[in-house]
């Protein structure tokens, strides 16, 4: 059974660094063809989708965010971890990770960041 | 930088059929954005309708379906039913990237 489950700062500071947790089961990301991604979604606005790790590491990120957003995984830990430089108010949204390839369909419930002084 | 575009909203009556576009401003869609289409309804996550253009998942039900429509991803839906009423966002694949259309909201009435 597949599970995913973020994890992170329900709160932070502008100018801060957000760094959130994707902790998951049920598949190894060091499998072919696995590939974990990251979205996000103000709230009641549209999905964001911001960033993707592969099984050969490979990563890619929105254009839009790529110079604010790092990606990497801990295989061993069974783990990938989004980092998020400079967060702005306007980044407050639910932030999901999640499997949406290759007609996977595997999603976190999500986790609520606020960026408030 | 692409944009994705759906329609912001679109109306059905109950048994009626509406389908829902997605336009990339790079060109044409092809089945090589591996079009996904996505239902949210509030307070939770998407869930996938149409993988690839055109495929099912299991839960699909049968009246939605995934097609390629004069240079656009497409999801018809068939017979409308109240439960229909949603948020639809479809996603595309590029080289480098993914994106998420701006979604449409879907009344059943």
């Known amino acids: 059974q597949v599970t995913l489950r973020e994890s992170g700062p329900a709160l932070v500071k502008p100018t801060q660094t957000l760094t959130l947790t994707c902790t998951f089961s049920?598949?190894?990301?060091?499998?072919?063809?696995?590939?974990v991604s990251w979205i996000r979604q103000p709230p009641g606005k549209a999905l964001e989708w911001l960033a993707r790790?592969?099984?050969?590491?490979?990563?890619f990120y929105s254009p839009s965010l790529k110079t604010r957003l790092s990606i990497s995984r801990d295989t061993s830990k069974n783990q990938v971890v989004l980092t998020m430089t400079n967060m702005d108010p306007v980044d407050t949204a639910t932030f999901f990770c999640?499997?949406?390839?290759?007609?996977?369909?595997?999603w976190g419930q999500g986790t609520l960041v606020t960026v408030s002084s | 930088q692409a944009v994705v575009t759906q329609e912001p909203s679109l109306t059905v009556s109950p048994g009626g059929t509406v389908t829902l576009t997605c336009a990339s401003s790079?060109?044409?869609?092809?089945?090589?954005?591996?079009t996904y289409w996505f239902q949210q309804k509030p307070g939770q996550a998407p869930r996938a309708l149409i993988y690839?253009?055109?495929n099912k998942h299991s839960w699909t039900p049968a009246r939605f379906s995934g097609s390629l429509l004069g240079g656009k991803a497409a999801l018809t839906l068939s017979g409308a039913q109240p439960d229909d009423e949603a948020e639809y966002y479809c996603?595309?694949?590029?080289?480098?990237?993914?994106?998420f259309g701006g979604g449409t909201k879907l009344t059943v009435l």
């Open positions: 999640a499997r949406i390839d290759f007609g996977d369909d595997y």
């Open positions: 049920g598949f190894s990301l060091s499998s072919k063809r696995m590939r």
């Open positions: 790790i592969d099984w050969d590491d490979g990563k």
């Open positions: 790079t060109g044409a869609v092809t089945g090589r954005h591996y």
């Open positions: 690839d253009t055109s």
């Open positions: 996603l595309l694949s590029y080289s480098d990237a993914r994106l």
